[in-house]
């Protein structure tokens, strides 16, 4: 973890219904036996070893740890077996994996994919596009406070989810204004 703390070792057979009941029971574990779950759906696999053994992005705190997670096991697949996918096909297959947990993270979550590189995601409803950007303007500073508080994934979902695609009230218009031009303006 973040906090020097090593979670597993976690084994499972490589087998459907156990990866799906693994996926389904909500702990860190079940990110992983998704997104296999998924891969292992539509490919030959017969398992892999991940020893994640440095981790510094903080969990739990609503900044996609469990997304990146998944990226990782499916980029880890794809490499292992050759599965000839494209960040995109890793992003789906992490997407996949990860909405068999109770958790329900959101689609744009896994464009922890492209790594250091810019990007810019437009989601209208199951449709995501990415495209790289060069950036040319100052460089973008970031400043992640921890608030120590609690979130819900589903409630920002759900919340989120109220003001799209047509929204109702002020609080829906500024933020369709600050997720769509004034983001897009930024880069």
Same mark, same amino acid.
Request: with cysteine.
């Given at each position: 973890?973040?906090?020097?703390?090593?979670?597993?070792p976690?084994?499972?057979?490589?087998?459907?219904?156990?990866?799906?009941?693994?996926?389904?029971?909500?702990?860190?574990?079940?990110?992983?036996? =998704? %997104?296999?779950?998924? +891969?292992?759906?539509?490919?030959?696999?017969?398992?892999?070893?991940?020893?994640?053994?440095?981790?510094?992005?903080?969990?739990? *705190?609503?900044?996609?740890?469990?997304?990146?997670? !998944?990226?990782?096991v499916?980029?880890?697949?794809?490499?292992?077996?050759?599965? *000839?996918?494209?960040?995109? =096909?890793?992003?789906?297959?992490?997407?996949?994996?990860? +909405? #068999?947990?109770?958790? *329900? !993270?959101?689609?744009?979550?896994?464009?922890?994919?492209?790594?250091?590189?810019?990007?810019?995601?437009?989601?209208? !409803?199951?449709?995501?596009?990415?495209?790289?950007?060069?950036?040319? =303007?100052?460089? #973008?500073?970031?400043?992640? %406070?921890? #608030?120590?508080?609690?979130?819900?994934?589903?409630?920002?979902?759900?919340?989120?989810?109220?003001?799209?695609?047509?929204?109702?009230?002020?609080?829906?218009r500024?933020?369709?204004?600050?997720?769509?031009? +004034?983001?897009?303006?930024i880069?």
């Open positions: 973890t973040d906090k020097g703390e090593r979670r597993g976690f084994s499972i057979d490589m087998r459907k219904k156990d990866l799906l009941a693994a996926a389904q029971q909500g702990d860190f574990f079940s990110y992983i036996a =998704g %997104v296999a779950y998924r +891969i292992m759906t539509n490919h030959q696999v017969t398992g892999l070893e991940i020893d994640n053994f440095h981790t510094d992005l903080p969990l739990e *705190k609503g900044l996609s740890s469990s997304a990146a997670v !998944c990226v990782l499916a980029r880890a697949f794809n490499v292992i077996y050759d599965l *000839k996918l494209t960040i995109r =096909g890793e992003m789906e297959y992490a997407y996949q994996g990860e +909405i #068999l947990t109770p958790s *329900k !993270c959101g689609r744009m979550d896994q464009g922890c994919a492209y790594g250091m590189r810019p990007i810019l995601m437009t989601y209208d !409803c199951e449709n995501l596009d990415v495209e790289e950007l060069q950036l040319s =303007g100052p460089p #973008l500073h970031y400043v992640l %406070v921890d #608030l120590q508080g609690s979130k819900s994934t589903t409630e920002i979902l759900r919340g989120l989810q109220d003001g799209f695609p047509t929204p109702t009230t002020a609080v829906h500024g933020v369709h204004a600050l997720l769509g031009a +004034i983001n897009l303006d880069t």
